[in-house]
């Protein structure tokens, strides 16, 4: 399966500042993703990364808050805008090579915010 | 909507034991695909094995086993030989193509270890 290389691993930020994740893949994939997972929760989709195209949101997420670029078929990044303690989770990509191959994902991006 | 059930919050098992996690999932699809995803502390997601609906045999890799129940929708994780390695969050989860291509996870179970 492709390597999936997450950046930062961890951060600490401030209410009310942004902060942006990168996903790069070692192989061009069909498919990204973005999950959220709040603390002691399970992963929730946040959006679809499009090559080329916006993002496709899912219902309670707006591109406001969670901007999202794909430049290329092996790199995505995700930004956490304006931040909240609310927004306090570890963000995951996630992609897929297509077909009917299963998603495999990066080790995570665990995010505080104070 | 799909939707995944995961009904054991925490499992327990002795280290060299077998333990099972159930999951349980709703869907008006006939052609879907069903995983068992573990999460260690380190929070990477880790596929542990995969089953396609339309396939009658329950997949192994390994030391993990599934128990694939078509008409129940039941999707159960059997893990044999249990070692400290094995201890982690496990969620189940379904997907199906064509769809918006998420993943539809469990809540997810607690595996603990014991030596």
């Known amino acids: 399966s492709a390597v999936i290389s997450q950046k930062p691993s961890r951060d600490i930020c401030q209410r009310g500042t942004s902060l942006t994740i990168q996903c790069q893949v070692d192989s061009q994939v069909t498919m990204m993703f973005w999950y959220r997972q709040q603390p002691g929760q399970s992963l929730t989709l946040i959006a679809t990364a499009n090559q080329g195209s916006e993002a496709t949101y899912e219902s309670g997420f707006v591109i406001d808050k969670f901007p999202i670029s794909r430049p290329n078929l092996t790199f995505s990044t995700l930004t956490v805008s304006n931040m909240s303690p609310e927004d306090s989770s570890i963000y995951l990509c996630s992609v897929r090579q297509g077909g009917n191959q299963p998603q495999h994902f990066g080790d995570g991006t665990r995010l505080s915010i104070l | 909507a799909q939707t995944v059930t995961q009904s054991q919050p925490e499992m327990s098992v002795q280290e060299a034991e077998t333990v099972t996690l159930s999951c349980t999932y709703d869907t008006s699809e006939s052609d879907y695909y069903l995983f068992w995803y573990k999460q260690p502390p380190s929070r990477q997601m880790i596929l542990v094995i995969r089953?396609?609906?339309?396939?009658?045999q329950n997949a192994t890799e390994n030391r993990f086993s599934v128990n694939f129940q078509k008409a129940a929708k039941s999707f159960s994780l059997k893990i044999s030989d249990s070692q400290l390695g094995d201890a982690a969050m496990y969620f189940c989860a379904y997907w199906t193509q064509g769809g918006s291509e998420k993943l539809v996870f469990g809540k997810g179970t607690k595996l603990t270890v014991n030596p």
């Open positions: 089953q396609e609906a339309y396939k009658q």
